[in-house]
């Protein structure tokens, strides 16, 4: 029988391999991830239509709107990364040129509108101009043309990300700023959480080793804010 | 006194409707507290959205239709929804 030698190295190899099976998520990982993402927004999508067709309350379209597109925008990214674990490759044109720069662009578009509409359903009431809507489907359409083409340096897309997390960071406080419920601090913590691992979802996609040994993390962030604004959603509307 | 939102102004329309069976328009329009231009306004938009029906007998009357009804029901959810998302 071969005696099976405890090495330091030995040891250290195993653990090393263990962790990165952990943090090289397979296909499996990923469609329960996005499944519970998908399911979670739906959810909160048709729980709240009775109140939006009762009022047709801007704020409560708005609301809606954003988790829509926050299912669309995972179906799309599900899909992205389901090829990427399939193909062993990293990179979505190079192995489906025309389909994958589509797909890619529709991801970027869903997921930035997403964060759009979110951030509009809580200030619409000052952003009276209808145009904000056309320049936030605009603006989202440039960002997503930049990073579906290919031969923009790494920083370009680390740059353009920062810029729209520096935007989302301050409408938020502005928009806890001039809440007159101060108290509904969590609330704005909860938008800006969502925002910032949103933009993480997004650079994962179009820079696929970049948060390797965290992605794990940002998965189960992730869950947890969706679930938690799942649940505030289901205690107010019953 | 503060000012009613849009929600409260709805939901008082519809009280008065519900409370006052065959209740007409121009009784109604005194009743909600509003100018003739803004009752109007409330007016059409509640037609418009199904919320109340025109019964039309001898005289022009008002009546609360099932998504009026429904929308007392849920008037507490609404307001606690969008109390809670800042909407």
Known sequence: MDKIQLTGRSIEKGIGQGFEKLINLGIGTEIIYSFVIIICSLIIYYSTKELYE???????????????????????????????????????????????????????????????????????KKWKKQSTIYLFHFTAM????????????????LLLNLLLFIFIAFTVYAAYHQSKKKKSLNLYVIYLLLSIFWIFNILDIIIPSFFQTFQLIIYLASLGIFLTILYKVLKKTN | MTKRN???????????????????????????????????????????????????????YIILSEKGQRFLEKYQTIINFIDEFEL
């Open chain 1, 54 to 124: 009762l009022t047709k309350h801007k704020g409560i379209k708005y609301f809606r709107l954003s988790f829509l597109f926050f299912a669309l925008a995972y179906f799309f990214r599900s899909f992205i990364k389901i090829i990427f674990l399939y193909f062993n490759k990293q990179e979505i044109k190079a192995i489906l040129p025309f389909f994958g720069s589509i797909t890619l662009f529709i991801f970027v578009y869903f997921s930035i509108m997403a964060i759009f509409f979110l951030i509009y359903s809580v200030m619409y």
């Open chain 1, 142 to 157: 440039i960002i997503s043309l930049i990073m579906t083409l290919s031969g923009f340096p790494l920083q370009w897309y």
């Open chain 2, 6 to 60: 849009r929600l409260e102004i709805i939901r008082d329309i519809l009280k008065m409707i519900q409370n006052n069976h065959n209740i007409k328009p121009t009784p109604l329009l005194r009743r909600s507290g509003l100018s003739s231009s803004r009752f109007k306004e409330y007016y059409l938009e509640l037609i418009q959205k199904g919320l109340i029906k025109e019964v039309i007998r001898k005289s022009k």
